[in-house]
Every structure is written in C-alpha cells, then in structure tokens.
C-alpha cells in the first residue's frame, strides 16, 4: 500500500518474451551454416533474445487501485480510468475484466496470460467497486 492509499498488483508477461525468445533462437540456428556469414546474424539472434529478457524483467503488467481511479501498463504506456468512466467490472476465478465507457475498451487481468494473483487483486476490485458505485459482476 502506497502513502496516496493506493494498492498496486504486478504481475509477469510471458507471451511476447517467448515469442522473441523463439524468433532469437530461429535466427540464431537457421543463418549459422550460412556461407559469406558476417557476425550481424550472431548479433540479431543476441538483440532478440536480450529484448525477451528485459521486456520479462523489467516491463511488468501492473494494475494500480486507487480510490477513485485505476491506473495500467498498456502497450502505448501507462492509462489511468476514473471510477466515473468505468461501465462494469466483472470478477471471475481466473481473470478480471474492466469494461470502460467511452469506446468501449477493456482491460483484462488474467492469472495465467499477465500472472496476477487473482485472489487479493479480486477483493481490492470488489472494494473499488463498491466503494465508486461501479457495476461488479461474479462469474
């Protein structure tokens, strides 16, 4: 808990880290019997796999609970949604999904994609919630 009350949940992304992890490994083993090979393919095949680990290690999936707004990592960087433009949260077991009013957006936490504990991220929502007024459905 911070010291403006607000409580932060991180969690891990996997997929794009695999996905580069996979396309650094690709590189490294399909251009290595090459003839006329620089050391540039060495070089791609490394760029990949060191992105993989930094997008993993540092560039964590967050979600900030305040008292009248949530704040999230999105991939353009981060977003804060008042309390007031938010239509519905739904809490399920595995995931909580934020529909929010003006375009319709939605922001989904899931335990097994971004690697939130869902337990403790699902009562400070039902807290939020209840405390803003916002619609909150269980599934």
Excluded: H
């Excluded at 996997?14 to 083993?29: D, R, Y």
């Excluded at 620089?38 to 796999?49: D, E, M, R, V």
């Excluded at 900030?64 to 960087?77: D, H, Q």
């Amino acid at each position: 808990m911070q010291s403006d009350g607000s409580v932060t949940f991180k969690g891990r992304s996997w997929f794009l880290p695999m996905l580069l992890m996979a396309t650094g490994v690709f590189c490294l083993i399909s251009f290595r019997g090459l003839a006329g090979q620089g050391n540039l393919y060495w070089i791609t095949g490394a760029s990949y796999i060191f992105l993989a680990v930094l997008i993993y290690w540092v560039r964590r999936p967050f979600i900030k609970i305040g008292k009248n707004a949530l704040t999230s990592r999105r991939f353009g960087g981060d977003r804060t949604v008042e309390a007031s433009q938010i239509n519905e949260i739904t809490i399920g077991k595995d995931a909580v999904v934020v529909q929010i009013k003006p375009k319709g957006n939605r922001w989904v936490f899931t335990r097994v994609y971004n690697r939130f504990q869902m337990d403790e991220l699902n009562g400070k929502m039902k807290e939020f919630a209840a405390k803003n007024n916002v619609t909150l459905k269980e599934e």
